[in-house]
């Protein structure tokens, strides 16, 4: 399969701890993209890579939000001390640079209880 | 702040219909603007793109157009089925980087 592939697909967590998401995006794809997307509301920007490089946060991503990607490879976003208001459907994205259109993972559905 | 808004918010329509999604943007300097399906609880599925050079995009039943003058593109679907049935997104993308996206019309093809 040579989509962008996200784990894990749900995930549910109590309220205050910690939880990490995985994006492998296509291969050769050197731009990768985080966005949220709440009930009935479509996906909004959370930040970006270019390789390793973290070139844009939103305003959204406060400081409990942190997103890596070491080796311009596959990316992870942590949240810390979760809240209510974090459960959401966080979707990973990636193109090449110089091509237009972005190709969308499956999601991580967040559950925070 | 909305800057994509798509109307109508539902739409729900008998086997057969052609139908018109209507997505509306307020920022004229746009890269391209894309249409997505996304199943209940799913990821998105590219439809079809169009480059802001571009006038419209067809594939198979669905045909997008983008007037960026205007600020408006559409989504034209032929002979609507029930596995139409999802969720539509309209997004543009800003110069080089990231994807601005409308609240979606929800479209249901009655069998």
């Known amino acids: 399969d040579t989509g962008v592939s996200q784990d894990p697909r749900h995930k549910i967590t109590k309220r205050g701890q910690n939880v990490t998401f995985r994006c492998d995006p296509i291969s050769e794809h050197n731009r990768l993209y985080w966005y949220r997307q709440t009930l009935g509301q479509g996906p909004e920007f959370l930040t970006y890579f270019q390789n390793e490089a973290q070139l844009e946060k939103s305003r959204l991503l406060s400081d409990r939000f942190s997103a890596e990607r070491p080796k311009g490879s596959f990316s992870t976003l942590e949240i810390q001390r979760t809240e209510q208001g974090d459960s959401a459907m966080y979707l990973c994205?990636?193109?090449?640079?110089?091509?237009?259109?972005?190709?969308f993972g499956q999601g991580t559905r967040l559950t925070v209880v | 702040k909305q800057e994509v808004t798509q109307i109508p918010a539902a739409l729900s329509v008998p086997e057969g219909e052609n139908l018109v999604l209507n997505c509306s943007f307020t920022d004229s300097a746009i890269y391209n603007l894309q249409w997505f399906r996304q199943d209940p609880g799913k990821g998105l599925t590219s439809l079809l793109l169009i480059q802001s050079s571009q006038r419209e995009q067809t594939s198979g039943r669905l045909n997008a157009s983008l007037d960026k003058s205007s600020g408006r593109s559409t989504l034209y679907i032929a002979a609507s089925q029930p596995g139409d049935s999802a969720t539509y997104l309209c997004?543009?993308?800003?110069?080089?980087?990231?994807?601005?996206f409308g609240a979606g019309t929800i479209l249901r093809v009655k069998s």
């Open positions: 994205a990636s193109r090449r640079t110089g091509d237009t259109e972005a190709f």
């Open positions: 997004a543009y993308m800003e110069y080089g980087n990231k994807l601005v």
